[in-house]
């Protein structure tokens, strides 16, 4: 496959940039044959798919060394060069297994979520990293007030699954922590929790 701008075989020896290099010789020859023998490859533009191991986050994962992104070392084999300090690779294709280096680029960690927020690839985050409207702290205080027996009868749990929230945050709620929310000191029954 030649090689021109966007089509990049990583068969292929690859002239090195002006970039600190990695390993090479013999042993990047192995790495780059292990590496090729999981790509299942297509097209010039197309995705090719990582068909090893995959990490809990749904990229690939490889062992060169130490176990890495598989679209890292697809990028460091495609430019024989290492991933430029404090940069990440990203996909132009938002897709985590493919290794095609035409769909990989350098980028920081700020530029890569602004790329993936904008194209609507951001995981949602935990459930207590929003602020509650005051009608809902009002609520939730009222129900932990009305509903609890005891220190531990898992009434702040209960509250914290109904209005989607973690057990801390509810307890925060109760303690008075989050007053910015709502402007309410907390009852003497709440600084007692």
Request: aromatic share 6%; charged share 25%; net charge positive.
């Amino acid at each position: 496959m030649p090689k021109g701008k966007h089509n990049v075989c990583l068969t292929a020896s690859v002239r090195l940039p002006k970039c600190q290099t990695t390993k090479n010789g013999p042993d990047l020859e192995l790495v780059r044959l292990r590496f090729v023998a999981k790509v299942r490859m297509a097209g010039p533009g197309e995705c090719w798919l990582w068909t090893g191991a995959k990490s809990d986050s749904g990229y690939g994962s490889f062992r060169w060394g130490r176990t890495q992104c598989a679209h890292r070392v697809a990028w460091m084999l495609a430019h024989g060069c290492d991933v430029p300090v404090g940069m990440d690779i990203m996909h132009s294709c938002d897709t985590p297994l493919c290794c095609n280096p035409a769909h990989l680029s350098p980028g920081t960690a700020k530029a890569n979520l602004q790329q993936a927020s904008r194209r609507g690839r951001l995981r949602v985050g935990r459930p207590n990293n929003r602020s509650l409207p005051s009608e809902d702290i009002a609520a939730i205080r009222a129900y932990v007030t009305e509903n609890r027996k005891g220190v531990r009868d898992g009434v702040l749990t209960e509250a914290a699954r109904v209005y989607g929230v973690t057990q801390s945050y509810v307890s925060m709620l109760m303690r008075g922590v989050r007053r910015q929310y709502d402007g309410q000191l907390p009852t003497e029954l709440e600084r007692a929790v």
